[in-house]
DNA sequence: CTCTTTGGATTACGTTTGCAATACCATAGA
DNA sequence: TCTATGGTATTGCAAACGTAATCCAAAGAG
C-alpha cells in the first residue's frame, strides 16, 4: 500500500503544503484545522509533526510557496511589457479568477490574516511578496526596477482589495461592474506611470 | 450590584455589538471566540444566546453595526467637496489608521474574511457597505451620485487591500512609502475622475 | 408592605473540534 | 536480518459553540 521511495518524505512534504496553501485560501487559515488538512491530503493527523512542528510553521512554509507559485506563473504566462501589465490586470481582475477562490491568489485570499499573523509568517510573506513584485516591476520599468517597486506593490494592493470587495458583494452584477472598474483604474494608473 | 433599568437589556445588546465589533477587527472572526468576547464586555459565556441566535447572528450584526458607524463619521468628519475627498484618502491611507486595528475600517480588517461568510452576513455587508460608498459617491459627484457608487466603491477597495498590505509588510519603511503611494494613486484616480 | 412574577445573567455541562504529542507498526535498504 | 524512517492509531488537553438549570433583583398585584 505505501511505497517508500528516497524521495517520499520531501514529496509527502510538499502535497501537504500544496494541499495546505489551498485550503487556507478556501477557508481562511484560522478556519483550517491540521487534522482536516492532513485528511485532505490523504494523510492522518499525527504525521503532520513528523514534517512541520507547528501550524504556524506550516502557515509560513505555505504562503512562502504561494507567492513563488504566483511569482513564477506570472512570469512565465504574461508576455514582456505594457501587454503583459494589462494582461495580467485583466486576468486578475476577472470573475473567473474572484470564482476561483483555492486556485487564486493569496494575497487576496489572505491578506487580512497574513497581518493579524507572527512576526515570523509576517517577514516570509514580505519577502515573497517582493519577489512577486519585482516581477512586476520589471515588466513596469525595465531600465529601473527599483524606483517601480513601491508602484508595482501599490498595484497589487489594489488589485487584492478590489477582488476581496468583488467577493464579499452579494449583488454580482455590482461585484462585475467593480472588477471592470478596477482595471480601468488599474490602467489608468500603468500609463500615468510611464508619462513621468 | 446589578441594576436591571427599562433599557439595560438594549444597552447590554448594544455593547456586545460593539466590544465584537472591535474584537473582530482586531482578532478575525474565527480568531475571535464567543466566550471571550463577552468577557470583555463584562459578561459570561451563557448570556449571549440570550442577545443573540447565534455567533453568526453577531457576525452579521457587528460587521453591518461597523459600516454604519464608519459611513456616519466619514459623513460627519469631512469636509464637503474635493478637499474632504482628499482628507478622507489621506486618513485613511495614514500610518495612524494602520496602527490602531480595533478602531479602524472593518473592510481594511475583515474583507478576507467576510468573502468566506454566509450568504446572509454578506448581504448585510453589502448593504453596509453601499451605504458607506453613497457618502463618498456623492462628495465625488453631488450633481450624479449614482454614476459615481461604482468608482467610490473602487476606491474603497484600493484602499482597504492597500492598508492591509501596508499591515502586511515587516519592513516599516515599505509600508510607510507604499501608504505615500497609495495616496498618489487614488488622488490622481480622483482627478481623472473630475476631469471626465 | 409582602408575595409572586418576570427577565436578565450566572454557572455548569455536553458535544465537538483543534492542537499537540507519543507509542507503535510497516517497509526499504544496508 | 536489522535498523532507520515514515506513517498510523490513539490519547491528552484545551477551547469553542450551544443548552439548560438556577439565581437574583426589580416591578407589579393584592
Chains 1, 2 share one sequence.
Not at 137 to 164: D, I, N, W
Not at 184 to 194: G, M
Amino acid at each position: 500500500m505505501v511505497r517508500y521511495g528516497k524521495e517520499h518524505k520531501s514529496e509527502t512534504r510538499r502535497r501537504i503544503i500544496e494541499t495546505a496553501g489551498r485550503r487556507f485560501k478556501q477557508d481562511g487559515i484560522d478556519g483550517s484545522g491540521v487534522s482536516t488538512l492532513m485528511k485532505d491530503a490523504g494523510l492522518t493527523n499525527g504525521a503532520f509533526y513528523a514534517h512541520f512542528a507547528s501550524k504556524d510553521d506550516l502557515v509560513t512554509t505555505a504562503i512562502a510557496d504561494q507567492l513563488k507559485v504566483q511569482a513564477e506563473s506570472v512570469v512565465a504566462l504574461a508576455e514582456p511589457g505594457r501587454a503583459g501589465l494589462e494582461q495580467i490586470v485583466r486576468g486578475y481582475l476577472s470573475p473567473q479568477h474572484r470564482e476561483r477562490l483555492g486556485d487564486g491568489c493569496p494575497n487576496a485570499a489572505l491578506l487580512d490574516e497574513i497581518g493579524r499573523c507572527t512576526e515570523t509568517t509576517r517577514q516570509a510573506y514580505t519577502d515573497g511578496v517582493l519577489i512577486l513584485v519585482e516581477g512586476i516591476a520589471a515588466r513596469m520599468a525595465p531600465e529601473a526596477p527599483s524606483s517601480a517597486r513601491v508602484k508595482a506593490l501599490s498595484l497589487l494592493g489594489m488589485m487584492a482589495g478590489t477582488l476581496q470587495l468583488s467577493r464579499a458583494l452579494t449583488d454580482s452584477r455590482l461585484a462585475d461592474e467593480l472588477l471592470d472598474q478596477g482595471v480601468d483604474n488599474a490602467l489608468a494608473l500603468l500609463d500615468a506611470w510611464q508619462r513621468v
